[in-house]
């Protein structure tokens, strides 16, 4: 079992739909991500959590909802999306976001694509 | 801005051969760094990494040298391998959470 579980992995939706992606971490870590990757560019930060609490929204279009019930468990509420929204989306985990920096972990990514 | 940016999108070597990553950021503040292997379908690997009270760090055949006086971080990795094969890309942390990604470089390894 990896340490950061996404599901799932591929998911195709129209622009009216509304879909959720999940992601879990097994490794006791207290803070989570959210990063956009879509081709030939570089990541970019969407959501971070630390203990539950969201500490950043890296000014992300509102059609994009995350939720963070508890430290292990992310979600990305989706609806209304673009087509340009279509990518790759990655669940992160770190120790602790407001400490010393450490890498981060990464799920295997849903790839996402908006018809 | 604050960019994290690599000098070659793809880099071909033949199998066996020692192959060199580059990466050039510019947040002279930034303190860790950390080399990722992505490959097709799947998520970021984590590598290696290093602080910047180093200027080398070595792992399992990999290598990550840092130049903090010309902002250039490299990514060694010796006797190349098929199973190399992947995008690679460095990440700068320059606080916190933040952490700014590089577009990656192609590995592809020549049998």
């Known amino acids: 079992e990896t340490g950061v579980t996404q599901t799932p992995r591929h998911l195709v939706m129209g622009m009216t739909n509304k879909k959720s992606l999940k992601c879990e971490q097994h490794l006791g870590h207290n803070a989570m991500y959210w990063y956009k990757q879509s081709a030939k560019k570089p990541l970019e930060l969407m959501f971070v959590?630390?203990?539950?609490?969201?500490?950043e929204n890296n000014s992300v279009p509102s059609r994009f909802s995350p939720e963070c019930p508890n430290s292990s468990h992310l979600f990305l509420h989706l609806h209304t999306l673009q087509p340009e929204d279509s990518a790759l989306y990655l669940c992160?985990?770190?120790?602790?976001?407001?400490?010393?920096?450490?890498?981060?972990?990464f799920g295997e990514g849903s790839r996402l694509t908006v018809l | 801005g604050e960019s994290v940016g690599l000098h070659l999108p793809t880099l071909s070597v033949q199998e066996g051969d020692n192959s060199i990553i580059n990466c050039a950021y510019s947040?002279?503040?930034?303190?860790?760094f950390i080399w990722y292997k992505q490959e097709s379908g799947k998520g970021p690997q984590f590598i290696i990494d290093i602080r910047s009270n180093m200027d080398k760090r070595q792992g399992q055949r990999v290598t990550v040298l840092l130049n903090k006086t010309v902002k250039h971080l490299s990514l060694q990795i010796a006797a190349t391998q098929p199973g190399d094969s992947a995008v690679y890309f460095c990440a700068e942390n320059t606080g916190t959470y933040k952490y700014i990604f590089g577009t990656g470089t192609r590995l592809k390894v020549l049998a």
């Open positions: 947040n002279s503040a930034s303190d860790y």
């Open positions: 992160a985990s770190s120790q602790d976001a407001g400490g010393p920096s450490g890498e981060l972990f």
């Open positions: 959590y630390n203990f539950k609490e969201q500490t």
